[in-house]
């Protein structure tokens, strides 16, 4: 057994067994409430810069397969569990947790009490940690700890996102969903802030042509597409801290190419963009929302959603003009915004993560939400 340290800026040590990569790692750290999808979680780029920890005690049975990423690679920077399974049964599995990280060069720990950690993060909130499995002196993790950069402040997106544009092609609609009302050719351009998979399968499944460009990419880029919609998808790092996406944003709202307003569609990251392009600000949650049984209220039906959220950042609600913006979705745990529209322009946004299935498949209607749009924009 490699004894591994997972050190907090604030003095506080937990020391387990190592997994994974026997290396070291900064960044803040988090906790995760999914009792199941950690193979989506690791993969998710919007925990690059983030150390993650995961509620339920036991992660790893299921192995890890082909099907289940949500971008080309692991993002977490570390990941810390209490007990990871020393079985891995499934029949789609190809490989084990432990065996998927070493080969990505991600550290993890086992063997701590995350229930203590979740506890701790929640009354002190989330902090910058350090955690190594090579060296377990508790006083030299604490400095590193304290020496890491954090969040606030750091443009993330920049190392997630991709270099040049592609389209998605990696799933083919499912049997039976075609049909003369579907729009076969409905072109989105997905904005990738460090897209998830599930999304562009979500398009994908939808009819639409889902083609990516770079976080970096300019109105009159997107508009080269010829779009019928934009998607600013999510994303890791500070929503502040990327001025060029949130110009980009403006742009596409006050004044789109040829004049013509675009359907916007903004997912966590895209969504705290279109927040400051609208004129709004942003702000840094305690100990953030990772989870996948969030309640989410929708303001126009009452009705309440369970949904998948990653964010440690939010939209300022007081912020937002309220004479072009109208709330549309409102977290019940902490009365944070989680959806917000455009009163006069096809622009909406949520906070959650509508393809994600954490059980149910409650927020799946918004992509029906923006073909709709799209429809109705270019009929």
Not at 250 to 277: K, T, V
Request: proline share 7%; aromatic share 6%; net charge negative.
């Amino acid at each position: 057994m490699t004894t591994a340290v997972l050190a907090l800026e604030d003095g506080k040590v937990y020391r387990g067994e190592a997994f994974g990569a026997l290396g070291e790692c900064e960044g803040e750290v988090v906790f995760n409430t999914s009792m199941t999808g950690y193979q989506e979680i690791v993969t998710d780029a919007s925990y690059k810069g983030q150390i993650v920890a995961m509620t339920y005690p036991l992660i790893g049975n299921c192995g890890v397969n082909d099907d289940d990423v949500e971008s080309r690679r692991p993002w977490v920077e570390g990941f810390a569990v209490r007990e990871l399974s020393r079985i891995t049964s499934n029949w789609r599995s190809r490989k084990g947790l432990n065996e998927y990280l070493k080969e990505w060069n991600v550290p993890g720990i086992q063997g701590i009490d995350t229930r203590d950690l979740t506890k701790h993060i929640r009354t002190a909130g989330a902090m910058r940690a350090f955690l190594s499995c090579v060296d377990a002196d508790p006083k030299r993790a604490v400095a590193r700890a304290r020496a890491s950069p954090g969040l606030v402040g750091r443009d993330l997106i920049r190392e997630v996102t991709c270099e040049k544009p592609w389209e998605w092609d990696g799933h083919q609609p499912p049997v039976g969903t075609a049909g003369q009302d579907r729009p076969r050719h409905t072109t989105v351009v997905v904005v990738d802030y460090g897209v998830k998979y599930g999304i562009l399968r979500h398009l994908r499944e939808a009819g639409c042509r889902a083609c990516v460009v770079p976080a970096g990419a300019t109105a009159r880029d997107i508009a080269a597409e010829k779009p019928d919609g934009v998607l600013l998808s999510n994303g890791p790092g500070d929503p502040s801290a990327v001025p060029y996406a949130v110009e980009t944003a403006r742009q596409l709202i006050e004044d789109p190419p040829g004049g013509r307003p675009l359907p916007i569609f903004g997912i966590c990251m895209g969504h705290q963009i279109l927040g400051q392009a609208l004129g709004g600000k942003t702000f840094k949650l305690k100990f953030g929302h990772h989870g996948a049984n969030h309640p989410v209220m929708d303001m126009r039906t009452t009705k309440v959603a369970i949904t998948v959220q990653n964010h440690g950042f939010c939209v300022d609600i007081d912020s937002l003009p309220p004479g072009d913006v109208e709330i549309t979705h409102m977290n019940l745990n902490d009365n944070t915004l989680e959806g917000m529209r455009h009163k006069r322009l096809p622009v909406f946004s949520v906070q959650f993560h509508p393809e994600a299935s954490p059980g149910p498949h409650d927020a799946h209607y918004l992509f029906g939400r923006f073909l709709e749009l799209m429809r109705e924009t270019h009929a």
